[in-house]
């Protein structure tokens, strides 16, 4: 089945440092979603890209979807103790009937 | 604005008890899901229902039923619990194309 893959699992940064999560689909996708979940909290919606090679950013988050729309990527610029929390990507295949399928996460925590 | 709400928000159970999550959204969407979270292993689709009256298995369905009460609410059960149901789950809801899904706040269940 479909399946998609989020690295890394982990990633402590300096406060101010840039931080970048990866994510591979085992299919092309229709689309795919970025969410946020903060320490003890629920995923927050942040983003969808749809178009292959599309970027999109949101203040200091950078989101990109590869040209092949089986990849894509989050970089946040300057890291903040606010950013700290755990970012999915999750991806929605072709024929699959709107599932979205998550991936297992990257934990983000921030040093002040 | 209430959004996604689920009940309980806490729950323990001994091994072979039944229960029943509860889900209601207010925001008339279509879509409604439930995932489970385990450490490591992001979200998992249970079981979805794309509109009202219809239902359709996920990744891990096996243990669990659920029931599209009506456009609003969406509840999952658990005939027999084991301890491997022990995680938490979220009920989210899906409106228009081009949005995201907004989860709930989550149950976070143990089975002993």
């Known amino acids: 089945g479909q399946q998609v893959m989020q690295i890394p699992q982990y990633q402590h940064v300096q406060e101010g440092e840039d931080f970048t999560t990866y994510c591979n689909s085992s299919t092309t996708l229709s689309n795919i979603q970025w969410y946020k979940q903060r320490p003890g909290g629920h995923p927050v919606f942040l983003i969808q890209l749809v178009k292959s090679g599309e970027v999109k950013k949101q203040k200091r988050l950078t989101f990109q979807f590869g040209e092949a729309k089986k990849n894509s990527s989050l970089h946040i610029t300057a890291t903040q103790t606010t950013d700290v929390g755990t970012y999915f990507c999750a991806g929605v295949a072709y024929n699959q009937g709107g599932k979205l399928i998550f991936g297992q996460g990257t934990e983000l925590s921030v040093k002040p | 604005n209430a959004g996604v709400t689920q009940t309980p928000k806490f729950q323990v159970l001994k091994t072979g008890q039944s229960m029943t999550l509860q889900c209601a959204q207010d925001?008339?969407?279509?879509?409604m899901y439930w995932y489970r979270q385990d450490p490591g292993m992001g979200l998992r689709l249970i079981y979805y229902s794309a509109s009202e009256g219809t239902t359709d298995k996920g990744e891990v369905p096996n243990g669990y039923n659920v029931s599209r009460l009506n456009k609003r609410e969406f509840s999952l059960r658990l005939e027999s619990a084991a301890p491997s149901q022990t995680s938490v789950y979220f009920c989210a809801s899906r409106g228009d194309r081009g949005y995201g899904y907004t989860f709930g706040s989550g149950t976070r269940l143990t089975v002993v």
């Open positions: 925001m008339n969407h279509n879509s």
